[in-house]
């Protein structure tokens, strides 16, 4: 083979690995609201549609939507008549037909609040102790949204998108300078 020709297999290797760590860390990073790819690329494992969404401000607050982009519960949101607020949502796990939500509320206490479909459109909430959610965290898959653990992600999806970025500039000037000289 010639130069030319491991140059371009190498830029062309280089440019598919840097798009699959961009996906599978943008995939990873859709569980927590935070992808830069639209949710329709993602089939998300949560029961019943419901999708995740971070507004990537300074102050991340994490939601969970329902199949029409409604709110289903978040920070600032309080339940019933009670004064207590969502402060910020820790975690939640999910399973085939329910969601945990782990989250502190106003007065500073961890609560865990369960999300479990009636029906197709109804929506319930019910609230555990954190006694009894000890148990049934085995029973979910959990996603933590603690920054500290996923800043690798977001680390890799950066850099997989500057390799990304390098290769199609390295190839569109090759390809410029290539055309410029006939």
């Not at 009894?132 to 085995?138: V, Y």
């Given at each position: ?140 898959t959990w996603i933590d949204l ?37």
């Amino acid at each position: 083979m010639t130069k030319i020709t491991i140059k371009y297999l190498f830029f062309i290797i280089l440019f598919i690995t840097s798009a699959y760590c961009f996906i599978t860390s943008d995939y990873q990073l859709s569980y927590l609201g935070d992808n830069i790819l639209p949710n329709r690329f993602y089939t998300l494992n949560i029961p019943y549609g419901i999708k995740t969404y971070s507004n990537n401000s300074y102050f991340r607050n994490f939601y969970l939507l329902d199949i029409n982009n409604f709110p289903i519960i978040g920070e600032g949101y309080k339940f019933g008549n009670s004064d207590l607020e969502i402060i910020k949502i820790k975690s939640y796990g999910y399973n085939d037909s329910e969601i945990l939500v782990r989250y502190c509320d106003s007065l500073n206490m961890i609560r865990f609040k369960e999300l479990y479909f009636i029906n197709s459109k109804e929506i319930s909430f019910r609230e555990h102790e954190v006694k009894d959610s000890i148990s049934l965290k085995e029973l979910y898959t959990w996603i933590d949204l603690d920054e500290k653990d996923t800043s690798g992600l977001y680390f890799d999806r950066f850099i997989s998108m500057i390799f990304i970025f390098l290769c199609i500039v390295y190839l569109v000037l090759k390809v410029w300078f290539k055309v410029r000289r006939i």
